[in-house]
């Protein structure tokens, strides 16, 4: 089993800037991909940011030149950097991680959600 441990959400002004982290734990085999998916109220969950271990990325278009993801394989963590932050950009965000001993059937884990509000 995986744990993740999210942190760096909150309050920020329109334009300001934050960053999100996640810490992967437990029983590790090998992390295929981890990344970050966000939410609103009655909304479906939808991809943010995703980087695999290679270094790989992929960006929602609404995201794109204002977020960064990075990764440190040795820590297990990933990292959103979030840039000239809107007011849209509102809502929860999950960690996700992919990981296991097949790429092609992979264990999906999730964080606990954070909590991103951009407003003045």
């Known amino acids: 089993q995986v744990q993740l441990v999210e942190s760096g959400g909150g309050l920020v002004q329109p334009g300001g800037s934050l960053r999100l982290s996640c810490a992967a734990s437990?029983?590790?085999?090998?992390?295929?991909?981890m990344g970050w998916y966000r939410q609103a109220p009655g909304k479906q969950r939808e991809l943010v940011a995703t980087?695999?271990?290679?270094?790989?990325?992929d960006f929602a278009d609404s995201v794109t030149g204002r977020f960064t993801i990075s990764r440190d394989n040795a820590k297990n963590t990933v990292y959103l950097q979030m840039n000239s932050l809107k007011p849209e950009d509102t809502d929860v965000y999950y960690c996700?991680?992919?990981?296991?001993?097949?790429?092609?059937?992979?264990?999906?884990?999730w964080g606990q959600g954070t909590q991103v509000t951009v407003s003045s």
């Open positions: 996700n991680v992919k990981e296991g001993t097949n790429y092609y059937l992979p264990n999906v884990y």
């Open positions: 437990g029983r590790i085999f090998r992390i295929y991909a």
């Open positions: 980087i695999t271990s290679g270094g790989s990325t």
